[in-house]
């Protein structure tokens, strides 16, 4: 599945669903529409699934997920701030439970202490525009996947190529748009991973409803699968 947030309208009508359906809106309201497009590669998981935030940040789609009823959450950032503990506390303190609801580690997406084949569905909101080595997020991520489960990604996209300047950063970190031809080569590396190969072609953009820095751009969303263990009886066709 790639997806491409394509204009205002279609972002208005990810919220007003959102809504409608009485889950917690973003403090970015264009990344509501990852959010809305994440509920996608959220189908068939159970509530005990073993989900994995690469990039936490806040913990506004951790606690997206804990609102759908999720359990088994796990969030990973290179730092833990203020206003994800705020929000553990505050939860904890309105529902009287004693216990945390998510697990939050400190550590890279790229080389993560995460245990090798435990996840059902891992995603990264609005991360790897902000220098992560690509290939080895996709390997890390590769690895702490159980067989047959999915990786969820969105990213900064715009279909043309648009230069960002090295002095400008985004926490601390270099930024950059993804374009056609890199996502492509994403897609590419995936496979070379193991994920199974993308077949869906990559959508044209028909609008810029993100605008930052000076920029105007979009989003993309990519939905990766890890092939599911080949049973006793396959072999390798000999």
Known sequence: MISVLQDWRELGECIETLQRDRLPLHTTPQKNWDHFILRRALAGL?????????????????????????????????????????????????????????????????????????????????????????????????????????????????????????SIRAFGMPWRIFDKEQISRLLDSAARIGFEPNEDPIPDCSGAPVVWQGFAYTFIALLLRKPPSRSPHQGNGR
């Not at 990039?55 to 951790?62: K, S, V």
């Not at 804990?66 to 505050?90: M, T």
């Open 46 to 166: 159970e509530p005990s699934a073993s989900i994995a935030d690469l990039g936490c940040g806040h913990g506004l789609t951790l606690e997206f997920l804990r609102r759908q009823g999720f359990e088994n959450l796990l969030g990973i950032d290179l730092s833990i701030g203020w206003r994800l503990r705020a929000r553990e506390a505050l939860t904890m303190y309105r529902e009287r439970r004693f216990t945390r609801p998510y697990r939050i580690l400190r550590g890279s997406i790229s080389e993560s202490s995460i245990a090798e084949s435990s996840i059902s569905l891992a995603l990264s909101i609005s991360t790897i525009e902000h220098g992560v080595d690509i290939d080895r997020f996709l390997a890390d991520s590769f690895r702490i996947l159980k067989p047959g489960a999915r990786l969820f990604v969105t990213t900064d996209y715009w279909g043309d190529k648009i230069e960002v300047p090295d």
